[in-house]
């Protein structure tokens, strides 16, 4: 029996999935295995991106324990960013990373 929480998370993941699906194009799923010991991310098929979704109550929270775990996923999927989807109250999704994760996507934006 799945915990309310984790019932939580799994919508969660499953709206975060649709709404990149829809805006990028791009084979987006959910990456299955929660708690396993090399865990890579919650999301599969994001280019070169490890990602971390989060729905808390507290969305700070949420970021600060995003941002922890993603150095290590990233080390472990072998992806150059890595990215946390935060959402909040009444539904909206904000995407979160450090100072460094946003310089390194830019300059391969632009260079």
Excluded: N
Excluded at 70 to 99: E, K, N
Aim: hydrophobic share 35%; proline share 5%.
């Amino acid at each position: 029996m799945t915990s309310p929480a984790q019932a939580k998370g799994d919508r969660a993941e499953r709206e975060i999935v649709s709404l990149l699906r829809s805006l990028s194009g791009w084979p987006i799923e959910r990456r299955y295995g929660a708690g396993r010991s090399q865990d890579s991310g919650d999301l599969v098929g994001l280019p070169s991106c490890c990602a971390q979704v989060k729905d808390y109550r507290d969305p700070l929270r949420a970021q600060r324990d995003a941002l922890l775990v993603l150095p290590t996923q990233q080390l472990v999927s072998g992806c150059d960013y890595g990215v946390a989807f935060i959402r909040h109250r009444g539904g909206r999704w904000v995407a979160v990373m450090t100072p460094e994760q946003f310089v390194t996507l830019l300059r391969e934006a632009t260079g």
